[in-house]
């Protein structure tokens, strides 16, 4: 896959998360074979203002490159002066985001709510690819709802603009992240495209991201959700696509510790109290499938002091190292449901949780 002077072999990505893509966790996924990463999407109307959460997610490092920034919005002028900004913060390629759901968005006429005016969404790419230099490349759905599926017209319009890549989930808006993600349509816009077609939407195992390739002809796959506290995932991903082979998961000990360190990031980049606060979507899933880990879990999500946190996962790490030995562990796991109290005692069929992957 080529975007710009980017060219790599069937990448798997990470997709540009709200809340979830700060740069602590898109190193740790770089650090497990991300071959690139986005960050979390910005609003235009944000940047212009000078607001300081959106210019402060800008920020884009050396060391989790290749990187992209994520703009949203529905007005042209602003659209081309957030893209301007974003240029100028030294991304790899900058990314548009025309599929976020979340009635916020997509409600007041940006992200998937453009799908209904595929006219301006036509023009705002149009007016951004002219405005910069770096490779522009933009993110959908496959369209508002069931009875109006436009992936196959908006792949027309937008590489027509100039994108030079275009990522798809396999869900309408209408959807938000229920039901299942349909891969169909992504290969039919693949076979349509002269383009880079990237395709996105339940890719949670490594299994996923193999077949989302071998079934739609896709140039790249992006993983979401699957990744939150989940980083190893692309580590698999990759093994299983390049050799055919199974790598073993991360272990317990493994999990930790990236637990840990994914918490020391944060504290570093955000300060304490949101550096705690931010981390507690993460713990459920860097933790799922652990023996007893319904009450480490819901003492990690209500403690306040990174130190007595930090403690908690070395002691839990004990005592799931006293299960392994006395051969309890599998007996004694506990599968939880993502960002949710409730437990269950197998895997869940079909994961859905409250983060937004745009």
Known sequence: MKIG?????????LAPMEDV??????RLCKHYGADIVFTEFISSDGLIRH?????????????????????????????????????????????????????????????????CQPD???KITDAVVKAVRLPVTAKTRIGWDERSISILDTVRRLEGCGIQALSIHGRTRAQMYKGRADWSWIARAKEVATIP?????????????????????????????????????????????????????ATHRERVAVA?????????????K??????????????????????????????????LIVEALRRFEVECDAHLQNGTFQQFAQHLNDHSKRLVLSPPQAESDSTSSH
Request: aromatic residues 8%; proline residues 5%; hydrophobic residues 40%.
């Open 197 to 249: 077609i990237i395709g996105n939407g339940d890719i949670w195992t490594a299994e996923d991201a193999k077949r989302m390739f071998d079934e739609t002809g896709v140039d790249g796959v992006m993983i979401g959700r699957g990744a939150i506290g989940n980083p190893f995932l692309f580590r698999e991903a990759k093994h299983l696509i390049q050799t055919g082979e199974h790598l073993p998961q």
């Open 51 to 115: 607001a300081v959460k959106s210019k402060r997610k800008l920020d884009v490092f050396d060391d989790e490159r290749p990187v992209a920034i994520q703009i949203f919005g529905n007005q042209i002028e602003p659209m081309v002066e957030a893209a301007q900004m974003a240029e100028a913060a030294g991304p790899d390629f900058i990314d548009i985001n025309y599929g976020c759901p979340a009635k916020k968005v997509a409600g007041k006429g940006a992200g998937s709510g453009l799908l």
């Open 21 to 26: 893509t700060d740069p602590s966790f898109r």
């Open 274 to 307: 949101y550096g705690v606060l931010e981390m507690r979507r993460h713990y459920s899933t860097y933790l799922k499938g652990l023996p007893n880990v319904s009450k480490v879990r819901d003492y990690l999500v209500r403690e306040n002091d990174p130190n």
């Open 120 to 122: 301006l969404m036509e």
């Open 260 to 272: 840990i360190r994914h918490l020391e990031m944060s504290l570093e980049r955000k300060g304490e």
């Open 5 to 13: 002077q980017i060219e790599i072999e069937k990448p798997v990505i």
